[in-house]
């Protein structure tokens, strides 16, 4: 049963930044396709960003490109998010995902999931 271990929530005032991260155990980043998700309360979970399966490549939501950054450390085994510029509205519970296979931007499609840490932008 693969686990995470999430960290770098917090609470922070618009336009600060933070860094979460992410490091999985019982297994490599290569063999799987990662990526970020979040779930404001009381709303459905959604897409925040992703690598292709081999980290090849980077997709975004729109509401986050162009401020969020994902990516990954294979020497570390671990992958990030870095959220620059944050808005009121990026206040979620942000979770770390992991799919065998393909990338996929649907968060239903993957398999392994962390914990969860609580990200809250206010002034």
């Known amino acids: 049963q693969a686990q995470f271990e999430e960290s770098g929530g917090g609470q922070v005032q618009p336009g600060e930044s933070l860094r979460l991260t992410c490091t999985p155990s019982?297994?490599?980043?290569?063999?799987?396709?990662v990526g970020w998700f979040r779930q404001p309360q009381g709303k459905e979970r959604e897409f925040v960003a992703r690598?292709?399966?081999?980290?090849?490549?980077?997709y975004y939501a729109d509401s986050v490109k162009g401020r969020f950054t994902i990516s990954r450390d294979n020497a570390k085994n671990t992958w990030y998010l870095q959220m620059n510029s944050l808005k009121p509205e990026d206040t979620a519970v942000y979770y770390c995902?992991?799919?065998?296979?393909?990338?996929?931007?649907?968060?239903?499609?993957?398999?392994?999931w962390g914990q969860g840490t609580h990200v809250t932008v206010s002034s």
């Open positions: 019982g297994f490599g980043l290569g063999r799987y396709a």
């Open positions: 995902a992991a799919k065998m296979g393909g990338g996929s931007s649907s968060y239903v499609d993957y398999d392994y």
């Open positions: 690598f292709s399966r081999y980290g090849a490549n980077t």
